[in-house]
């Protein structure tokens, strides 16, 4: 099996010698936030939670992210909530980029290592712990569920990376995969969180233009991305934001691997 590697941030600041010029880029079409600006006087704090604290790297805000939130969770040994999440119309995905977390949901514990990957449904009852001896780093992406009548919502479960096979694109050669963890034909679903790995020399072939709004965050590799009308170098580390129909494209440049996991809301009609 091949050994997935994760990137996490580790905070500190930047000496003072360091020069102010960096990749970050806000537009009207697209964010980025390299890994660079993730030190500590950018964390955040949350009611509820001990030793433990958070980059946040989308909002919904006005010319930002609309339909979803995404930060960067820092546990602490001994850290974590009996009650993580204020919003109880909130749904949330976890992945685990470092360390070991106790997830508890509706009393059943689960150990989540990197590649850690958990659902939770709107309502759900979680609790989060850091019981190990270091450090453990995880994404926590959160969403308004938008019910359907007639549609129950989805179950929570938890899963891991390194269990599920990547789907090769068509016609790629297996240089485009996508690992996906729930079946995009579940309706009860309206947002997918997966992991995307290209191959050194693997590419989006076209600019991809669509109704769903992104968040990507490069979890390993480099590669050269095509956001708007602009190629912006990426590397592991990195968060990428995509409005709604701003155009995409992808080169992978090597010497490994590129990934990243990626956000995008589906499967409901436009709010009119």
């Known amino acids: 099996m091949t050994r997935r590697?994760?990137?996490?941030?580790?905070?500190?600041?930047?000496p003072q010698t360091q020069l102010l010029t960096d990749r970050a880029m806000f537009t009207e079409a697209y964010a980025v936030i390299p890994k660079g600006t993730m030190s500590d006087i950018v964390t955040s704090y949350l009611?509820?939670?001990?030793?433990?604290r958070f980059w946040v790297l989308s909002r919904p805000l006005s010319g930002f992210a609309e339909t979803f939130s995404q930060y960067i969770g820092e546990i602490a040994p001994g850290g974590g909530s009996d009650r993580p999440e204020s919003d109880p119309g909130a749904e949330a995905v976890i992945f685990v980029v470092e360390g070991t977390l106790e997830l508890m949901i509706a009393g059943t514990v689960h150990a989540m290592g990197p590649g850690g990957y958990a659902f939770l449904p709107p309502g759900c009852v979680w609790q989060m712990h850091n019981r190990a001896g270091a450090p453990a780093?995880?994404?926590?992406?959160?969403?308004?569920?938008?019910w359907v009548e007639g549609l129950d919502a989805p179950e929570p479960f938890v899963t891991n990376e390194n269990?599920?096979?990547?789907?090769?694109?068509?016609?790629?050669d297996g240089?485009?995969?996508?690992?996906?963890f729930v079946d995009m034909a579940d309706m009860r679903h309206d947002m997918h969180v997966t992991i995307v790995t290209f191959q050194p020399s693997g590419v989006i072939p076209f600019a991809e233009?669509?109704?769903?709004?992104?968040?990507?965050?490069?979890?390993?590799?480099?590669?050269?991305?095509?956001?708007n009308q602009d190629w912006v170098e990426v590397?592991?580390?990195?968060?990428?934001?995509?409005?709604?129909?701003?155009?995409?494209?992808?080169?992978?440049?090597?010497?490994?691997?590129f990934r990243y996991l990626l956000y995008k809301d589906v499967n409901r009609h436009m709010p009119l």
Do not use: N, S
């Open 5 to 14: 590697t994760y990137y996490a941030p580790q905070g500190g600041l930047p």
């Open 47 to 52: 009611p509820f939670w001990e030793g433990a």
């Open 137 to 146: 780093r995880f994404h926590w992406i959160r969403k308004a569920y938008q």
């Open 163 to 172: 269990d599920i096979p990547p789907a090769a694109m068509p016609d790629t």
């Open 175 to 180: 240089k485009w995969a996508t690992t996906r």
């Open 209 to 227: 233009t669509h109704v769903m709004e992104h968040g990507l965050y490069v979890l390993e590799g480099k590669a050269v991305y095509r956001l």
């Open 235 to 257: 590397e592991a580390g990195d968060y990428m934001w995509l409005r709604a129909f701003c155009p995409q494209a992808c080169y992978a440049g090597g010497p490994g691997p």
